[in-house]
């Protein structure tokens, strides 16, 4: 064992038996290459990333590989989902001198921390032009050894280079009509009309582009956005990136046309595609929108959610395909003849054609990954449901794809937010209590006395790591969404508590930019600072939405100053690049539509009629709504004060731009008042 051992990451647990004398990311680290004058390996990774396995049985399993190491450098291991803020900045000194990146990302540093070679997976022999990990560590051993001055004087430009990187941030004004019409028309351009999302491949789920579209629908009727949003997430459905047996979606698909996964499934792509289905349901009363969002919330609860009430940050994509080896898909794919085993001749032969299994297959060695192309045939619901059951009973017993179940704080704030939304939508008070689980386990495990988070946890330890600034807003998000839900004025106080450390500690006090790390934060060679949406929110552009949404529910002007001027990074990039901005584009919408403010009073929390209000107030469309619900007279929410019922009835108020509309009894004048 190395001393990865009693990590709280999985990922760093799996390499606690390498040969590899692996250190943990910290000073010590540092301070033993500059004790020994030799070159750190900066190996970063995270566990359900394919080459970073290869790579591990390759290269650190090989004890040839493991002794070079061993004498020439100091190995330091890093799990990116732990230390976002070490992956960002090392990433991004990766794409500068590379033109690109990715996991396994390998770099060289001086023991100051300063990178001067860099790469991502290195095979053990060379391969397609690509040199092998021996022969690279033999030419950076050498350079080290022979070249010092030449490596120091890469190493010092690399870092001056980095400093003065910066993005145009905007002038510090949110955007406007003008902007956000450019942003939908450089969308439009980038549509891909006949299979839906955008680009090329590699395709990704485009979560928060969705979100924008459909907000921008909501606001301004435009049909073109809702269709691009409804027709791309009818695609993705329908496609082998969504899992069709068990629920919940793949990282992404390596074609343009969905249908081949890269199959792990990860936390954080099913929470935003969770909401995103329930929202375009709220919008449309999409029946598939409605299945795709309750499936996915089932498969986040029963194979996600840990002992502790938490959320696992990722299912792998390889798994044991009964011999022994790991493939990846192994555990999803199906021949022919497999679905004959399970179904017999007859039944497996309607399998074949509805979930478009085919003799030579879809994906590798003439296995298929299930989807529906069958986009007009008609099947029998009930017969289909029952080779549902038995396929996914039978895949039940093949060995299961490994489980990184540590808890994220971010990506658990984005499953608060999913869950109690979608249990709300759909009456299904389960989920909502699956919400509340996570939050509690936040709140009692992540946030210390000073409201300060811990970025990870695992089997009810916290781990050792600070929370980065999108632990802050993505947790604030999924707090004020349970407030809106449950009618629980504490989750409004916790989100709070939250915001206020983004405005103290990760907020430029000049310019209102943000930081991805606090300002007492350990101090890297580069402060990490992307307002750029990619796998999610940034957290720049989380906390631009969370800041606004916390303003609307109490008023405050410092916390809507912080957001507006958040959002001036939004309009710089809006027009530009819109489909990595997606997320900072909804927030947007939901600055100019308001947002809208409703509150809605009861004289008992659980009378039917009361209960009827808050679900219309819920499932309004206009963008960035806020939602108070509680008794008259109570203090649980700001926007409950003198709101007064209206001749004993449950009553309604919505309020936008200091202005608001006549209060009232009637669900049908409050969903006209939300829905345009």
């Known amino acids: ?290 299945r795709v969002a309750l499936e996915t919330a089932d498969f986040m609860v029963r194979e996600l959610r840990t002992g502790e009430g938490g959320f696992a940050s990722a299912l792998d994509a390889d798994s044991d395909d009964g011999t022994g080896k790991h493939v990846e898909g192994a555990y999803y794919v199906w021949t022919p003849e497999q679905l004959a085993e399970v179904l017999g001749e007859e039944d497996a032969r309607l399998a074949a054609h509805y979930f478009g299994v085919t003799d030579e297959g879809t994906f590798e060695e003439g296995a298929s990954v299930l989807q529906l192309p069958q986009r007009d045939s008609v099947f029998d619901a009930e017969k289909i449901a029952g080779i549902r059951r038995r396929l ?87 707090f004020l969404a349970l407030a809106s839900v449950t009618g629980e004025g504490v989750w409004l106080e916790f989100a709070g508590f939250l915001l206020d450390h983004v405005l103290a500690r990760f907020a430029d006090p000049g310019s209102g930019v943000l930081y991805d790390t606090a300002a007492d934060a350990e101090r890297l060679i580069r402060r990490p600072q992307d307002p750029t949406d990619n796998a999610v929110p940034s957290g720049w552009t989380a906390a631009a939405g969370a800041l606004l949404g916390y303003a609307a529910h109490t008023g405050s002007e410092p916390h809507r100053a912080a957001a507006e001027k958040a959002l001036g990074v939004v309009k710089a990039l809006g027009p530009r690049v819109p489909r990595f901005i997606g997320w900072g584009l909804a927030v947007a919408e939901a600055l100019l539509d308001g947002p809208r403010e409703v509150a809605v009073v009861a004289a008992e929390f659980d009378e039917p009629a009361a209960r009827t209000l808050l679900r219309t107030a819920l499932l309004g469309t206009a963008p960035g709504a806020v939602v108070a619900f509680g008794t008259a007279g109570s203090d649980e929410f700001p926007l409950l004060a003198d709101r007064p019922l209206s001749d004993g009835e449950p009553t309604a108020y919505v309020c936008r731009n200091f202005t608001c509309d006549a209060p009232t009894t009637d669900p049908e004048r409050l969903r006209t008042a939300l829905n345009g």
């Not at 976002?84 to 390998?106: I, L």
């Open 1 to 290: 064992m190395n001393r990865l051992a009693g990590m709280t990451s999985p990922y760093l647990l799996q390499h606690a038996d390498n040969p590899v004398d692996w250190w943990p990311w910290g000073p010590e680290a540092f301070e033993e290459a500059k004790r020994r004058d030799v070159p750190v390996l900066l190996s970063v990774g995270y566990s359900a990333c394919h080459w970073c396995h290869v790579m591990a049985r390759e290269s650190f399993e090989d004890r040839a590989t493991a002794d070079d190491l061993n004498a020439h450098f100091v190995s330091v291991k890093v799990d990116r989902e732990e230390r976002p803020d070490v992956d960002a900045v090392y990433m991004e000194a990766v794409q500068a001198a590379t033109g690109q990146g990715g996991w396994p990302m390998t770099v060289f540093l001086t023991p100051d921390a300063e990178p001067f070679y860099f790469g991502t997976y290195f095979p053990p022999a060379p391969r397609h032009g690509m040199p092998s990990f021996r022969q690279v560590l033999e030419g950076v051993r050498q350079a080290w050894a022979d070249r010092r001055e030449e490596v120091a004087e890469v190493a010092g430009k690399i870092v001056r280079d980095l400093a003065e990187r910066e993005l145009s941030f905007g002038d510090g004004r949110a955007p406007g009509e003008q902007e956000l019409s450019q942003a939908l028309l450089g969308l439009t351009r980038e549509y891909d009309p006949q299979r839906g999302g955008f680009g090329g491949a590699p395709k990704f789920p485009p979560s928060m582009v969705v979100e924008f579209l459909l907000r921008h629908h909501a606001r301004t009727g435009a049909e073109g956005a809702l269709q691009m949003a409804q027709d791309t997430c009818e695609r993705m459905a329908r496609g082998g990136i969504y899992d069709q047996l068990g629920g919940g979606f793949a990282r992404y698909s390596v074609d343009r046309d969905w249908t081949v996964p890269h199959f792990e499934k990860m936390l954080y792509d099913n929470a935003l595609l969770c909401r995103v289905y329930a929202h375009l349901w709220r919008a449309t009363g999409s029946e598939l929108a409605r």
């Open 392 to 478: 996914l009973d039978a895949r039940a017993r093949r060995p299961a794809p490994g489980r990184d179940d540590k808890v994220v704080a971010a990506w658990n704030g984005l499953a608060v937010a999913a869950l109690a939304e979608t249990g709300a939508y759909f009456d299904r008070p389960d989920l909502v209590e699956a919400a509340v689980g996570a939050a509690d386990l936040l709140v009692r495990l992540h946030l210390d006395e000073q409201a300060r988070l811990t970025r990870t946890s695992r089997d009810g330890r916290a781990g050792a790591n600070a929370g980065v600034l999108e632990d802050y807003a993505d947790v604030a998000e999924g």
